[in-house]
Every structure is written in C-alpha cells, then in structure tokens.
C-alpha cells in the first residue's frame, strides 16, 4: 500500500490500514517523544497522544507537506505542549522540588556487553544535557541528531526559517557544549 | 579567542558546521592549547558516538492503548456530540430565563410593598371625604366599581 493509498483509507476509517501507518512511525514518534522527555512513562503518553491527534486530524492532511513532516511536526508540538503543561503543572504544585531525577535509556541493559556500557553512560551524560536545553533548541537538536533530518526538513516540521534553523542549532550546540564541559567537571 | 569563546563552539567545531575562518582559528588555538585540546577530546568522545536508535524498546502495549483511546473516543461521540450541540447554548438560555425571573421577581416584590391594604385604602379615601368634603369629589356613577369600593370602605370603618 503506498502513501496516499494509506491516508485514503485511513480518512475511510480502515482501521487496518492506522494500524500500518502506526507500524511504520511509532520508531520516530517514539524516539522524539522520549528524547524530548527524558522519560519513558512521559514518552509512551506523548506517543499515545501523538497517534490519537494523527487520527483525528488526517482529515485535514492535504499532502502538502511530506508525510513523515506532518507526523514530524505533530510529535514536535505535542512534546512541546506537554512539555510547557508539566512547567505549569509542576509550578503550581510545586513537586519539581520533590521529583525523582533518575533518569534512564531505555536500553536492554542486562544483555548489554561491557564494552557497550560505557557507550550507554556516555550517551546517558549527553542525552541529560540536551534535556536541559531551553524546548525548542532541544527539538532542533533531536531532529537533526536522532531523526537525521537536514535543515530543511527541520524547518518544515518546526514551521521556521531556515536561518531560524541555523540559530536554533548554533545556539543549542554552544549551550550544549557549556553544559558538557561542567557536567564532566562534576563527574 | 579566548578560551570560553573557544570551547563552546567546540561542538560546532566537531560537526563542522562553523565558517571556514571560525574552524581555522579554532584549529590553529587547539594547537597551542593543551587546555582546550584536551576538552575537545573528552567532547569527541561523548558526542561522536554511535546512535542507538534502533535499540529503543517501544513498548508493545502502546498499540493496544491507542486503539482503545480510539474506541472509547467513538462511544463517547454520541454524547459529545449532543454536549457539543447544547452546551454553548446552554449558558446564554440560562443567563435569560434569571434575567427574566429577576425582572418579574422584582416587579412582584414591589406591587407587594407598594400597595395599600385594602382597609388602608379604604382609609385614606375617607380621610380625604372628611378633610374636602364629599361635594369636593364628583358624584361616582352608579354601580361602578368606586362605588362599590367607596361602600366596603365605609362598611370597614363602621366596623
């Protein structure tokens, strides 16, 4: 079934053919939520949320926009709508002071040679960086470094210029770098 | 540059993505800097790793939870959609229906407050006979209601 196939049937309520589109995103959709979260219990949520906005707002996709754009930019704001709603949330309640900061990679650690333990914690000290990241230099900078998305595809997704790009990742790489640096300091 | 200027474009410096003159001076000051050398070293080694994409765990359950969300949504249509239909007129309809019991309300309140008794009424109006003298007033017609009332009046004062 090709693309625009898959979206007619979907827009006739083909269950079955949801279900494939599911299949062939959930990887990016998944990835960007997490990697914008930092947590899995938030990243399955998002994921959740994600599809079910797919669903209800396929009607309206006119094939403008590449699909996996569409689907890129649906992720991208739902993360960044949590995001801004758990700010609040925790504001009010305070409970930012309280939260566990343990985070993890949802990484099959028990079979996980030795060798690739120490890639794993590596990756653990940059992926903690990134979640400190002001949302939108951190949105950038997952698309180009997970999603290998080129400038342009960021630009369409995120709905900006291309320079806008540009700034976005120059600045979250230079902020990247100072919370590197003194991140190592404290390890 | 100084060595803070130098280290926080060392990302950039690694992915390439400064301009040809920003990567010369940074090239030429790793040279003599065994300081910011030494920083970008241990940054290469955080940042130039192998990406683990394809070993994210997705859990399968999430499937089966969408599709839930899914079917629950389609019950609930039903319903929202008659929510949907009544509720915006709700709140105008019964902003309406208080003004207009307030309105009524009010004027009730007022006839009630307002008006005499009427054994008051009946008082005063021989009041007045009795301070103008009943040639001051013209004669009521006959089988009217005044007369009428003018008859209980006097009745009630006899009382």
């Known amino acids: ?187 | 540059m100084r060595h803070k200027t130098i280290q926080k474009k060392l990302l950039g410096y690694l992915d390439n993505e400064l301009s040809p003159r920003e990567q010369q001076k940074i090239r030429n000051h790793l040279k003599i800097c065994s300081t910011c050398l030494q920083e970008l070293q241990q940054l290469k080694a955080l940042w130039q790793i192998e990406q683990p994409i394809e070993r994210m765990k997705i859990p399968p359950f999430i499937w089966t939870r969408i599709s839930a969300r899914l079917k629950g949504e389609e019950k609930k249509g039903f319903f929202n959609g008659i929510k949907n239909t009544v509720v915006p007129f709700l709140g105008p309809v019964i902003m309406a229906v208080l003004l207009l019991w307030a309105l009524i309300g009010g004027i009730q309140l007022g006839n009630i407050i307002s008006r005499p008794s009427d054994q008051q009424a009946a008082m005063q109006t021989t009041l007045a006979e009795n301070d103008f003298g009943s040639s001051y007033f013209e004669a009521l017609p006959p089988g009217s209601i005044g007369t009428r009332f003018l008859a209980i009046a006097k009745n009630e004062i006899k009382k």
């Open chain 1, 1 to 187: 079934m090709d693309e625009q196939e898959l979206i007619t049937n979907i827009k006739n309520g083909d269950n079955t053919a949801f279900k494939q589109l599911f299949d062939q995103y959930r990887h990016f959709v998944y990835n960007i939520c997490y990697r914008m979260s930092g947590n899995r219990e938030e990243a399955e949520d998002a994921t959740q949320d994600v599809f079910v906005k797919i669903f209800h707002s396929i009607e309206r996709f006119r094939g403008e926009a590449k699909l996996s754009s569409w689907i890129y930019r649906i992720a991208v704001n739902t993360c960044l709508k949590r995001e801004r709603q758990k700010k609040l949330a925790n504001w009010v309640s305070l409970d930012i002071l309280f939260q566990n900061k343990k985070e993890f990679y949802p990484i099959d650690h028990e079979d996980a040679p030795e060798q690739q333990m120490e890639h794993i914690q590596r990756e653990q000290i940059v992926q903690g960086a990134i979640r400190q990241l002001p949302a939108r230099q951190k949105a950038a900078l997952i698309l180009h470094r997970y999603q290998d998305l080129s400038y342009e595809e960021i630009a369409q997704v995120m709905e900006i210029s291309l320079s806008a790009v540009e700034s976005l990742l120059h600045r979250s790489k230079e902020n990247l770098t100072k919370k590197l640096i003194s991140l190592k300091k404290k390890i």
